[in-house]
């Protein structure tokens, strides 16, 4: 992988285009803007280019593809593709958890659900699978990610998800942060890539929280739950400080809101007396189960609670969190560009952003060149070389 992430001597697999749904316009826009700096810091393909039909289109000023899905009076809809995609190495961006785009359907207004963009999704393949040279799917949150394991008579609905992709003939299904990454043998067959984001946690926390240091006096990372102990695990390590988790008692003999919920909090680890801790997960969904856990740490006399979750959700909006950080329980929540994020959040003391769009964008780049992405699925160099520089070594 190229520092400047540019590949000066591999060609392109085929001429890049990226299908953005309105869902994602935003995070897309980005990821063009990166990918054509990238490509126009690559002088040895340029000049190749000139003479050769390999690099067609590849000094593009936008890599975006014009289309559009409409919906009809009755709530059915269609995928229009306004130009091209003929042997065109596509990739698909969806962001399942946009709640805030609305639709008519018999006088009504709709806001659009996980299901609605997901549909959306299939009817960009659709439109392109036939004639374009690969289609490959960029699902930042995936859909349906935490409906992922059977415990009982139910469904199981990420892995048909999964399936059906494949069988409509996606290449390569490309997500971040997976609720739980063994949902992928549901295709063992196919490509399913799955990034991991703790150097961004880590550059956003060195850039915002100056006085941060880095030894097992001064810092911990912990676990809300069983469930996240690989992140906070591999965390740890990197940054050399102990771990400690939390695991949640539940009333299993009574079910709300479609799930048991918590008893009690417990707390396994040693003490976060006067420390800096870190609470790593996947998401906040409604929060409550991130913010009891920041009060317990705090209430065990932690001297700072900083939540880093990839996905922010907020379901049930910030006023949980203000509480919180007017009490002095909590001190940041960083979560990243990769979902629609509520326009308020940017106006919060306690919110901090850590911007992916230059990955993603590093990671279709490497793929459209069809080359080795290993290093982007091992972060431990970069997040030691992050270290070294602040600690000024």
């Not at 190229?2 to 697999?13: H, K, R, V």
């Not at 709709?110 to 959306?120: G, I």
């Not at 739980?180 to 490509?191: E, G, K, T």
């Not at 007396?273 to 998401?283: C, P, R, S, Y």
Request: proline share 3%; with cysteine; hydrophobic share 35%.
């Amino acid at each position: 992988m190229s520092n400047d992430y540019t590949f000066e001597n591999t060609i392109p697999i085929a001429p890049l285009k990226i299908a953005a749904l309105e869902s994602c316009t935003d995070l897309a826009t980005k990821v063009n803007e990166h990918i054509v700096n990238f490509r126009r810091n690559d002088t040895e393909a340029l000049k190749l280019k000139q003479s050769s039909l390999e690099f067609r289109g590849y000094d593009a000023d936008s890599y975006l593809l014009d289309l559009k899905c409409s919906r009809f009076g009755s709530g059915e809809a269609k995928c229009v593709l306004n130009e091209s995609v003929r042997g065109t190495d596509l990739y698909a961006m969806v962001d399942v958890m946009n709640y805030s785009l609305t639709y008519r359907i018999c006088g009504f207004t709709n806001h659009m659900s996980p299901d609605d963009h997901y549909q959306d999704l299939k009817r960009v393949i659709g439109a392109s699978v036939a004639t374009a040279h690969r289609v490959n799917v960029v699902m930042p949150f995936l859909y349906e990610g935490r409906q992922h394991k059977r415990t009982k008579r139910e469904s199981l609905d990420c892995a048909m998800a999964l399936q059906e992709l494949i069988d409509m003939g996606v290449s390569n299904i490309i997500t971040f942060d997976a609720h739980d990454p063994r949902v992928q043998n549901a295709i063992p067959l196919h490509d399913f890539d799955n990034f991991l984001l703790p150097y961004h946690f880590i550059k956003t926390l060195f850039r915002n929280v100056p006085d941060l240091k880095i030894d097992k006096e001064h810092l911990m990372v912990i676990s809300p739950d069983e469930g996240a102990m690989n992140r906070s695990v591999y965390l740890a390590n990197n940054l050399g400080v102990d771990m400690g988790m939390f695991y949640k008692r539940r009333d299993y003999s009574t079910v709300v809101n479609g799930r048991n919920p918590i008893v009690a909090h417990e707390f396994l680890g040693s003490s976060v007396e006067g420390k800096t801790v870190l609470i790593v997960d996947d998401m906040i969904s409604s929060g409550e189960s991130m913010l009891d856990t920041a009060k317990a740490l705090k209430e065990r006399k932690a001297s700072k609670v900083i939540v880093c979750c990839t996905f922010g959700m907020f379901t049930d909006g910030f006023e949980k969190f203000d509480e919180f950080y007017n009490k002095g329980y909590l001190d940041y929540v960083i979560t990243t560009n990769l979902n629609y994020r509520n326009p308020e959040l940017f106006t919060k003391p306690w919110y901090l952003e850590a911007d992916v769009s230059k990955y993603v964008a590093a990671i279709i780049n490497t793929l459209n060149h069809d080359v080795s992405i290993n290093g982007f699925m091992d972060s431990t160099e970069r997040i030691q070389n992050l270290i070294r520089q602040y600690q000024g070594k």
